[in-house]
């Protein structure tokens, strides 16, 4: 539909919410890979409020958007920072494809941006505020809202025999991950894609501040280890120095440590390093496939075919995790 059938519409999926509401300034936002995003304003009586419109695709491959709603607001009754959501439909009567309108929340996601933008002690306190928030997202009540799990380790590996290609390192990542799982810990409702640029950053604080978790499709039944091993891996330091090895703020050790003080609870450094190989070798899996979909042609890019380049950078993060092994 047209930009001024869309506005008329949400106006529309909204009444139930805010009532007889007007939307203005609507514009379609860059990013997200596989949702669309547009801003807007929601005139009403009582003012205007800044909005967020999230669309999927009708054949959605992960969390439903009413799955996503329900993991937003089970996160943020437990003090998570995420935006509210006002409505969410896994239908696609009202706008042509499954939607979620939440709260805009101003600040800074772009990773370059914030690491030019705030200082070491702003660096400590947000490693200490994702530290929080992951203990919040993790005390969610997960049951009964449609959470999937998976065993992990068998889903990247069958990603990647599908894909029909390897190598002899991510082989040999997927023998010493089976040969040295540790015991599972109990299951929580897991974000699934934690991590810088994914995270909005008020820059303008002092110290600078964690203002919302976004990006919710992966959320998932797992361990906590899961979202604390993926904000580690050396991608999301995005050239921060190995001593920064939490998303580039600060110690792995030390985020563990904020991690205990938020969820009172004791982390198994070993089952940590477990996870860290497999996030890694997750993230390397990813990097090949987003090459297949150039190289067959399903989506010729030469973004994703450079991304496949990084196949031999996790290879190297791979080697050097299992050397300490």
Known sequence: MSPEE?????????????????VDNLRVLTGGASRATWAFDAATGSGSRPLILRIGPPDELHAGMELEAAALTRAGAEG????TVLVASNSDAALGNPFLVCDFIGGETIVRRIQRAIDDASRDSLLTQCADALAAIHRADPNGIGLTAADPLQEWHAQLDEMGDTTATFEWAFRWLAANRPPASPKVLVHGDFRMGNLIIDTDARPARLAAVLDWELTHSGEVYED???????????????SLGAG??????????????????????????????????????????????????????????AIGRRVCETEFDLLTLLEVS
């Open 80 to 83: 998570a920072p995420v935006p």
């Open 6 to 22: 869309l506005a008329r519409t949400l106006a529309a999926v909204l009444a139930p919410s805010l009532g007889e509401a007007r």
């Open 228 to 242: 604390l091993a993926w904000f580690c891996i050396r991608a999301w330091r995005f050239g921060a120095p190995r």
């Open 248 to 305: 580039g703020l600060g110690s792995i050790e030390n985020l563990l440590r904020a991690y205990e003080a938020a969820s009172g609870s004791t982390l198994d450094r070993a089952a940590m390093h477990w996870w860290m190989v497999l996030s890694t070798l997750r993230w390397g899996v990813i990097c090949r496939y987003q090459a297949q979909r150039h190289l067959l042609g399903q989506t010729p890019s030469v973004e994703l075919a």
